[in-house]
Nanobody, 122 residues
Framework: QVQLLESGGGLVQPGGSLRLSCAAS????????MTWYRQAPGKERELVAT???????NYADSVKGRFTISRDNAKNTVYLQMNSLKPEDTAVYFC????????????????WGQGTQVTVSS
């Protein structure tokens, strides 16, 4: 079983910054892509940023230039540095990981964290 534990959410004023973390634990072989999603009230969950095991990144247009995704493979942790936050960034942020569990199993399994609330308000 794999667990993802997010942290770092909170209340911040517009223009402020927050750093989210998501640490994976449990029994697994390796972690492939790690992704941050968010879901605002009344809206569908949307992809915010993703990073491959090799460090390639991709961002939603709405956060490009403001958010930076990174990962520490030794710690099985992904980060989301969020700068110049706007009220429209208010949402629950979820961590997602695609994981290989065993050496002779090429399947990729998907896991989700429980979410962390980010509120941008004055």
């Amino acid at each position: 079983q794999v667990q993802l534990l997010e942290s770092g959410g909170g209340l911040v004023q517009p223009g402020g910054s927050l750093r989210l973390s998501c640490a994976a634990s449990g029994s697994f072989l390796s972690i492939n892509a790690m992704t941050w999603y968010r879901q605002a009230p009344g809206k569908e969950r949307e992809l915010v940023a993703t990073i491959t095991s090799g460090g390639s990144t991709n961002y939603a247009d709405s956060v490009k230039g403001r958010f930076t995704i990174s990962r520490d493979n030794a710690k099985n942790t992904v980060y989301l540095q969020m700068n110049s936050l706007k009220p429209e960034d208010t949402a629950v942020y979820f961590c997602n990981a695609k994981v290989r569990l065993r050496l002779f199993d090429r399947s990729e399994y998907e896991y989700w964290g429980q979410g962390t609330q980010v509120t941008v308000s004055s």
